[in-house]
């Protein structure tokens, strides 16, 4: 299931990308990458978490040109390392979620070469959480997580590289205060 809402997603964004190469301050950019999540602090119960990697694909659409309002959709799946009690071995705790951003940002075109800076809020959905030695599942974490992202992107013709850091202001797993935060650094192509 949850390849098809990836796959619905993409073919969307490439049906859309034509049209909007042929509207004036209206962009649309497809991004994939790494990232590198980690909770703000350790949650009850457990002796120590660390960062893992984990991935993201998805894109937004930029209005306007030099300011810009920048809406995005992202699938994203972010796995951080818990160790139960000392002693224990770190194992994995992979959260899948839909982000959608919502920036606001400058961006310097120089036709061949641009740059921009963004800025905004996020709500991110959970759609699972994967397999783990812990006994958690969806029902653990909360489902729905208010953050902010800022982000910056180069992009050379229509190649971009990306890069953000997302914070949730939200706890991830319930009955905590442990925020799932994230590094992202990515690829992508403008249209």
């Known amino acids: 299931m949850r390849r098809f809402h990836v796959c619905l997603f993409a073919l969307a964004l490439g049906v859309a990308a034509p049209a909007a190469a042929q509207v004036p301050g209206l962009d649309i950019d497809i991004r994939f990458g790494g990232s590198s999540s980690n909770l703000s ?4 119960d457990f002796e120590d978490s660390n960062s893992e990697i984990g991935y993201f694909v998805g894109g937004d659409v930029r209005f306007g040109k030099f300011f810009f309002v920048q809406p995005g959709f992202y699938y994203q799946h972010q796995v951080v390392g818990l160790t139960p009690e000392v002693g224990a071995e770190s194992s994995n705790l992979g959260i899948s979620s839909i982000m959608i951003p919502v920036q606001l940002g400058l961006n310097v075109d120089l036709k061949v ?9 996020t709500i991110a959905f959970n759609t699972s959480v994967g397999d783990n030695d812990f006994g958690l599942v969806k029902d653990n974490t909360n489902n729905t997580r208010f953050g902010a992202l800022a982000s910056a992107n180069v992009r050379v013709l229509f190649i971009t590289l ?30």
Do not use: S
Request: proline share 5%; glycine share 18%.
């Open 113 to 121: 070469v641009e740059a921009e800076l963004g800025f905004g809020p």
């Open 41 to 44: 602090e350790t949650p009850v």
């Open 162 to 191: 990306w890069g953000g850091y997302q914070f949730d202001g939200t706890e991830a797993i319930k009955d905590g205060n442990a925020k799932l935060n994230q590094w992202m650094l990515g690829l992508g192509f403008n249209f």
